[in-house]
Nanobody, 115 residues
Framework: QVYLTESGGDLVQAGGSLRLSCKAF????????LGWYSQVPGKQRVWVGN???????TYADSVKGRFTISRDNVRRIMYLQMNSLKPEDTAAYYC?????????WGPGTQVTVSP
């Protein structure tokens, strides 16, 4: 059973920082590409970035230079370091992975950035 769970969401002022965590169960964590997505109510879920099994990261243009994804294969945790936060970053953030051609999602964690 694949299970993902995010944590670390909070209310923060613009310009501030947060670190989100995603813990994964039921997968061979070391070999999986993991991703972060964001979603605002009433809009589609949007890709934020990925980290591959060898630690290679890619990011959406909107977060490049401000957000950093990392992973700890021993603790089975993926992180999203969010710096220089903007009000438009306000969203629920989800981690995701694919196993056996099926995509799995965590329940999400809310990030709210006040002006």
């Amino acid at each position: 059973q694949v299970y993902l769970t995010e944590s670390g969401g909070d209310l923060v002022q613009a310009g501030g920082s947060l670190r989100l965590s995603c813990k994964a169960f039921g997968i061979n964590f070391r070999i999986h590409t993991l991703g972060w997505y964001s979603q605002v109510p009433g809009k589609q879920r949007v890709w934020v970035g990925n980290i591959t099994s060898d630690g290679t990261t890619t990011y959406a243009d909107s977060v490049k230079g401000r957000f950093t994804i990392s992973r700890d294969n021993v603790r089975r945790i993926m992180y999203l370091q969010m710096n220089s936060l903007k009000p438009e970053d306000t969203a629920a953030y989800y981690c995701s992975t694919v196993r056996a051609d099926r995509r799995f999602w965590g329940p999400g964690t809310q990030v709210t950035v006040s002006p």
